[in-house]
């Protein structure tokens, strides 16, 4: 278990340094230099243009060697310093991305969660059920594929707009001051739905599927077949299944978090959904490279520890990785 | 007996659900996206009806607040999409099969770095990469996208070859192979490459999928091709430009439709295929 853990965190310490570096490197390597692009964008006011260009010269600490320049950006970051925010100027980007984060954490962790249980639940309910894997489960290979904007977009349309059943836009009613009061969580809760039912049916669809094609392997395995000819009750047997086919969905969960991340961001936008996906189209739109570079290694830090409890959940299922035999993802 | 196996897999093949339905949806927009140019006399950008018009008999998916035509967008749209799919699904594939075969076949400490490359690139939110580079590029065309995409998507097909590879490499005809001093390189595409053929086409299948959703989400933020018009940019500017308030539902619903169709048919199609290749999965 410990080799396990061993080689989980090198691969975290070296995938958040390789993360930092490419964060650090993009702006650098770019054709063209980050200043010039900004200045290109902010448009030619010729006694301001010297003034910007210096400013952000500084900013950049382009005036100092380039390993001088990784090194500070190292100190800057570990001192939670990533800059100051363009978009809402002249608030540091650590604040605007923490005033998202909460939005972000309940709108992902029940989506992924609830979806992940509920899908897996399914998928091995419908496997090797004529009925359901002819009715149900294309059903399944249709949500997987749809893109979370889509779905988002299409839900917006008809259940906020034709129906008017829920609010499309915010994270909660504009008129409103986030206190802790039962008509503001009512608002929340309301403009929290579309987002979450978007992101939960589009994964539901995943997990279902992989659910039911990885049992289908298990059912097929030998010793499935093995213990039907012992004359093992069909319940038996499928149980045995479904506890080695949620390993490698485990393993899944962990593979996909980016994927689905990408799929929460576009999915705010549609919503103006204030998290973090929001906040980086503003941050492209207004070309606010500090919030785009903090948004980018908040992403990053967030997969990675959700990976490592993934990791941790993976001990707990499978004791092959407690007796220090190599488990599957190891 | 080559040949009955061929014929085997074809009677199989031919008996399948999945594999028939799968193939039908794709064959329909291969069509559309073909013959589709020809049927409209207009560019995708061209202003050339009236505005937000529903579909009508000239219009067909009706028109955008611009009034362009939403069809014209449309199959020109998936001819970006199969683009992308194909440029970016096979570059992630051949990336795929290159770290895979190498860190399989060869093991040791070879292995142990690809596979915490691999490993590293497949933790690392690939849409965040993206963005931070496609922000900063100034003129994108699709190509480019195509490839950006294919150097972020390879490490799971990478991990997949790999486990493939490795179970392969200690049969008997791999070390004979070894015995008559073939080069490593040589067992592997004479070896070893064409006993997981079918493998690897279910990965570039899926990779292929994969690729369509990822520059779709791309394009959806603005960060599509600048020069071309693509499914997720008309998504993009749909939304852009208040189509779900208007009710302009003929303009964001099409390009769904299709990702849906197209990423949805290969996923099925794979599966077909998966229980073609795979006796023990056929249904009895």
Known sequence: ?330 | MMNLKKNEMLYFALRNNKLKVGLAVLIVFVVLTLVGPLLTDYQPMDYVGPLAAPPSSEFWFGTTTFGQDVFTQFVHGLKASFLVGIVGGGLGTLLGMLVGFIAGYRGGIVDEILNTLTNIVLVIPTLAVLLIIVAYLEVRGIFIESVFIGCTAWPWAARAIRAQTFSLRTRDFVDLAKLSGMKPLKIIFTQIAPNMMSYLLLVFILQFGGAVLIAATLDFIGLGPTNAISLGLMMNNAVLWGALLLGIWWWFVPPGVAITAIVGALYVTNVGLDEVFNPKLREM
Request: aromatic share 16%; hydrophobic share 55%; glycine share 8%.
């Open chain 1, 1 to 330: 278990m410990r080799r396990y853990f061993g080689r989980k965190v090198l691969i975290y310490i070296l995938t958040f340094f390789l993360a930092v570096t490419i964060d650090w490197m993009i702006p650098r390597f770019m054709p063209g230099n980050p200043v010039d692009i900004l200045m290109a964008r902010a448009g030619s006011f010729a006694e301001a243009t010297a003034l910007m260009h210096d400013y952000y010269t500084k900013i950049f600490g382009l005036d100092v060697p380039l390993w001088q320049q990784y090194l500070n950006f190292w100190n800057a970051l570990l001192h939670g310093d990533l800059g100051i925010s363009v978009y809402v100027f002249p608030v540091p980007v650590t604040k605007v991305i923490m005033r998202a984060v909460p939005f972000d954490v309940l709108l992902l962790l029940p989506a992924i969660l609830l979806s992940w249980f509920a899908g897996n639940w399914f998928g091995a309910f419908a496997a090797r059920s004529k009925r359901l894997d002819n009715t149900i489960l294309p059903l399944g290979y249709i949500l997987t594929a749809t893109p979370y904007m889509w779905l988002a977009m299409v839900l917006a349309w008809a259940l906020g707009i034709v129906l008017r059943i829920f609010p499309i836009s915010g994270g909660y009613s504009y008129a409103m001051t986030p206190t802790f009061s039962w008509a503001f969580i009512w608002s929340f809760l309301q403009h929290w739905f579309l987002p979450f039912i978007s992101i939960f049916l589009v994964k539901f669809g995943g997990w279902a599927i992989g659910m039911r094609n990885m049992i289908i392997y298990e059912l097929e395995a030998d010793y499935s077949h093995y213990l039907e000819a012992l004359g093992a009750p069909r319940k038996l047997v499928r149980k045995y299944a479904f506890n080695n086919a949620i390993l490698p969905q485990i393993t899944g969960l962990a593979l996909d978090l980016g994927v689905i991340v990408a799929g929460a961001l576009v999915t705010e936008v549609v919503f103006s959904y204030p998290g973090i996906g929001y906040l980086i189209l503003q941050a492209i739109n207004t070309r606010d490279f500090f919030l785009l570079q903090g948004c980018f290694l908040f992403i990053i830090l967030a997969v990675l520890l959700a990976n490592f409890v993934i990791d941790i959940a993976y001990v707990l299922v499978d004791p092959r990785t407690r007796t220090g035999m190599q488990g599957e993802s190891a």
